[in-house]
């Protein structure tokens, strides 16, 4: 399957401090990426799907400004949270779908960000 | 409704038998069904996927399919103790949005 490389794995930060979280498709292009958020023994909620070469579309309830996306290149999408605070603490996941019409997602390793 | 609806669990079974695991959805227009394993503190990892009614095999596991009742199942046979995991549904309406259930923890007992 795709390989999707996700970093950083963890992250402690200081409340009001920025978090860059960067998404890679390693063997394949992807002109979609998806930004999920978990929190425990919940699901995957979706927070916005990020398209190469334009603005990323942000699900109802997700601050846009706050979960900067950028998606510059077919291969690289990142997610930065800004201003972080104690209740952005959760697991993103981002995804991607392989270009060419296949639906089937494959993930990164998630991020766990902890704000102190 | 939710779109899309699981068991939490947890569903214990011994190890070698079948589990059986349930997803339903709201959406008639649903097109592709996805069963994620995840392990705890972990990313989802795809082992099955189906796009039309039946039943499709895979190793150890079948998906199963029924559009009309909305409905699609995943059962894993000769369930082992690396089975034990969350197993998240999820269903894709249109090409850009795939929507997850809450997952069914699955617990195998040696």
């Known amino acids: 399957g795709a390989v999707v490389s996700q970093h950083p794995s963890r992250v402690i930060c200081k409340s009001g401090t920025s978090v860059k979280i960067e998404c890679r498709s390693l063997?394949?292009?992807?002109?979609?990426m998806f930004w999920y958020r978990q929190f425990p023994k919940q699901s995957l909620m979706l927070m916005a799907t990020?398209?190469?070469?334009?603005?990323?579309?942000?699900e109802q309830g997700v601050e846009k400004d706050k979960f900067l996306i950028n998606h510059a290149s077919l291969t690289l999408s990142t997610l930065t949270v800004t201003s972080a605070h104690p209740e952005d603490s959760s697991f993103y996941i981002c995804?991607?779908?392989?270009?060419?019409?296949?639906?089937?997602?494959?993930f990164g390793s998630g991020t766990q960000l902890s704000v102190l | 409704q939710k779109e899309v609806e699981q068991n939490s669990g947890p569903l214990s079974v011994p190890e070698g038998a079948i589990a059986s695991l349930n997803c339903t959805y709201s959406?008639?227009?649903?097109?592709?069904f996805f069963w994620y394993r995840q392990y705890s503190g972990k990313s989802p990892e795809l082992i099955m996927f189906?796009?039309?009614?039946g039943d499709k095999e895979d190793g150890r596991f079948t998906a199963q399919l029924n559009k009309a009742s909305q409905y699609v199942s995943l059962l894993i046979r000769d369930s082992q103790p690396s089975d034990s995991a969350t197993y998240l549904c999820?269903?894709?309406?249109?090409?850009?949005?795939?929507?997850f259930g809450t997952g069914t923890k699955l617990q195998v007992i040696p």
């Open positions: 995804s991607a779908r392989l270009s060419g019409g296949n639906e089937k997602l494959f």
């Open positions: 063997d394949f292009q992807a002109t979609t």
């Open positions: 990020s398209n190469e070469g334009s603005k990323a579309t942000y």
């Open positions: 959406d008639r227009g649903s097109q592709s």
């Open positions: 189906i796009y039309s009614n």
């Open positions: 999820a269903v894709s309406v249109s090409y850009q949005k795939v929507t």
